[in-house]
């Protein structure tokens, strides 16, 4: 009895997931009342957390290949004070092109750093516990991305800033900017500026980051052939009401 009423909750979950018909609700509630619902506790964590793996990896895979910033979906723009100092420097001689220089550079370090996220965001999603996966099955088609940014923001922007770093150095990015910076502050009456770009693109990365996740879990919920194991396919079937 303890079991059956464990499914019947479960199928409820499931169904506040999608829109179902009167129909849709005896066909799912018949197939959980004839065999018990099929799946386990631990099966329904495992099928979230396999999605879950999934998405982070092409993820964070993508974004972390040459261009996956700049020419894509999640490109960096430079912030507001950069692009002051910028445009201020356009007929300047030898940073008449420092905009289009800086705009790759820190899509260059973003790219560079995205390298070192998913291990933080696969050891977030081992220590997710059943409850934390009945949550991703009641929300919406960002829940579990959601939970990723509770579980992982303030561990991935601590781990994540200094690899920012490491990787604007590494593209010259810093030195680039510490250039028109040193520049631009000794044209006479501009207002002086010093913007923390390690914490600006730091920041910008791990949003286009976690942007992809949503991405990937939207597609994985309403689209069956994006399930790669078993596992998922049987999870998500029941959110599916197949």
Known sequence: ?????????????????????????????????????????????????????????????????RDGFLKGAYKILLPAEVQKVTSKLQN??????????????VNRGAEDASKKAKPIFVNAIKQMTFRDAMGIL???????????????SNKLYSAFKPEIVKSLDKVN????????????????????VNPDLDDYVTNQALNGLFKMVAKEEANIRKNPAARATDLMKRVFAKQDNQ
């Open 173 to 192: 990015a810093t030195s680039t900017w510490k250039k028109a910076m040193t520049t631009y502050n000794r044209i006479p009456l501009v207002n002086k």
């Open 138 to 152: 009641m929300g919406g088609n960002n829940a579990a991305t959601d939970y990723l940014k509770r579980a992982t």
């Open 1 to 65: 009895m303890v079991r059956l009423i464990k499914n019947l909750m479960f199928v409820m979950v499931m169904l506040s997931l999608s829109a179902c018909n009167p129909g849709d609700l005896n066909k799912v509630l018949g197939a959980v009342l004839e065999d018990g619902g099929g799946l386990s506790d631990a099966q329904i964590g495992g099928g979230l957390k396999d999605a879950l793996m999934q998405g982070i990896g092409k993820g964070a895979d993508r974004l972390s290949m």
């Open 92 to 105: 300047v001689p030898g940073f008449t092109q420092v905009e289009n220089k800086m705009l790759e550079l």
